[in-house]
């Protein structure tokens, strides 16, 4: 049973280029969050996923970036026009379930580590 | 608003002591709390997870206590080994999205 895959693992990009990165959840998990982590900094909550709909993004820009978990496929999060401040750890994680009276255990992925020169 | 508090926010000790990490948070009206450790470069891997209805969860030598009246939960590590160093980090499970403190660096040396 494959955890929760990430890729790319790394990923440089020049300023103004786009960044996308793809998660896949644990099988049977429907529900995806993704966090970003700067050194030395703990993991904000950016964008809460699940199929097919987006539950709560208050953590992500509202400029440039978005999110998608499709009814096949991945999850990916999309930085557009990237600029330095956007260099970072991104973390996927899934869960079973989740919801006002519960949030399930979290599974996180690897992580995909974005430098944007 | 949620606020979550690790401390301390780094620990060096000898190998073979026993350990106290803590974790604090401001909204007690939570459904779970979550123990993980980070590795240098890695991504977070779940140690113990402790429901709200639940004191506490136990995993080999890691030991975890969960007080919400006071906010507070606690991961004691017994007998720790170089290959504990790592950052420890609680998610405190609220409604839909878990919030993170920013974790405890622990170094075991030998």
């Known amino acids: 049973n494959a955890g929760v895959m990430q890729n790319p693992r790394h990923l440089v990009r020049r300023r103004g280029q786009e960044a996308r990165l793809r998660c896949s959840p644990m099988?049977?998990?429907?529900?995806v969050y993704w966090y970003r982590q700067l050194p030395e900094e703990g993991l904000k909550f950016m964008v809460y996923l699940q199929k097919e709909n987006i539950i709560d993004e208050s953590g992500m820009p509202k400029e440039r970036f978005s999110a998608e978990f499709p009814k096949e496929g991945p999850s990916i999060l999309r930085i557009q026009q990237v600029v330095r401040g956007d260099s970072a750890a991104y973390f996927c994680a899934s869960s079973t379930l989740a919801g006002p009276s519960n949030t399930g255990e979290l599974f996180f992925g690897e992580g995909s580590r974005l430098t944007v020169l | 608003k949620q606020e979550v508090t690790q401390i301390p926010a780094a620990l060096s000790v000898p190998e073979g002591e026993n350990l106290v990490l803590n974790c604090s948070f401001t909204?007690?009206?939570?459904?779970?709390l979550q123990w993980f450790r980070q590795d240098p470069g890695k991504g977070l891997t779940s140690l113990l997870l402790i429901q709200s209805s639940q004191r506490e969860q136990t995993s080999g030598r890691l030991n975890a206590s969960l007080d919400k009246s006071s906010g507070r939960s606690t991961l004691y590590i017994a007998a720790s080994q170089p290959g504990d160093s790592a950052t420890y980090l609680c998610a405190v499970g609220g409604s839909y999205i878990p919030t993170f403190g920013r974790g405890t660096s622990l170094i075991v040396h030998p």
């Open positions: 909204d007690s009206a939570i459904y779970n």
């Open positions: 099988k049977g998990h429907s529900h």
